[in-house]
T-cell receptor, first 113, second 115 residues
Framework: NAGVTQTPKFRILKIGQSMTLQCTQD?????MYWYRQDPGMGLKLIYYSVGAGITDKGEVPNGYNVSRSTTEDFPLRLELAAPSQTSVYFC????????????FGQGTRLTVV | AQKVTQAQTEISVVEKEDVTLDCVYE???????LFWYKQPPSGELVFLIRRNSFDEQNEISGRYSWNFQKSTSSFNFTITASQVVDSAVYFC????????????FGQGTELSVKP
């Protein structure tokens, strides 16, 4: 049972570099989310999608972009990495709606130096 | 504005002690859902429980129990007879009815259970 798969698990970026965090789910969920987790701060929503072709900003979208061309994939793009983007990133999916349990990936630990 | 507060940043107990993790939330919606997630040292988030705003019954699952009180906007989590494997960060989260399943997380409580 793969569930939600994120790659890579760890990455070190230099300031100004770009990268894409990959996220794939095999549960045919319409809803997908990207959160970042900073120490002592809980998780904050970056972007979310309610279906292929539909994306929207969350609480902390600046410096990030997303796309959703298929139900399965929801990549997160960092265009010009900054030290403030050092964090652990979690992708999640759910069948939809406020009551639905979200399934999380293992996380990507990103360090920007 | 919606908000979730977990005032306890860290808790340390000795094995077999009971421990309660506090969660207080704010929302203007009448229909909402509350969740608890566990994040063990391996890092993934594991769903523990969901409660809707119309169901104030307490729930027990093995050593875990949850106390939902709308009057105090609280959704507390108790672990009875704690074990070392309970050591983790625990997150309380809120989802409002018209918000597409977006979760608002508390800051998390790091529980350390010592043998």
């Amino acid at each position: 049972n793969a569930g939600v798969t994120q790659t890579p698990k760890f990455r070190i970026l230099k300031i100004g570099q770009s990268m894409t965090l990959q996220c794939t789910q095999d549960m045919n969920h319409n809803y997908m989310y990207w959160y970042r987790q900073d120490p002592g701060m809980g998780l904050k929503l970056i972007y979310y999608s309610v279906g292929a072709g539909i994306t929207d900003k969350g609480e902390v979208p600046n410096g990030y972009n997303v796309s959703r061309s298929t139900t399965e994939d929801f990549p997160l793009r960092l265009e010009l990495a900054a030290p403030s983007q050092t964090s652990v990133y979690f992708c999640a999916s759910s069948p939809g709606g406020a009551r639905a349990e979200a399934f999380f990936g293992q996380g990507t630990r990103l360090t920007v130096v | 504005a919606q908000k979730v507060t977990q005032a306890q940043t860290e808790i340390s107990v000795v094995e077999k002690e009971d421990v309660t993790l506090d969660c207080v939330y704010e929302t203007r919606d009448t229909t909402y859902y509350l969740f608890w997630y566990k994040q063990p040292p391996s890092g993934e988030l594991v769903f523990l429980i969901r409660r809707n705003s119309f169901d104030e019954q307490n729930e027990i699952s093995g050593r875990y129990s949850w106390n939902f009180q709308k009057s105090t906007s609280s959704f507390n989590f108790t672990i009875t007879a704690s074990q070392v494997v309970d050591s983790a960060v625990y997150f309380c989260a809120l989802s409002e009815a018209d918000q597409g399943g977006k979760l608002i997380f508390g800051q998390g409580t790091e529980l350390s259970v010592k043998p």
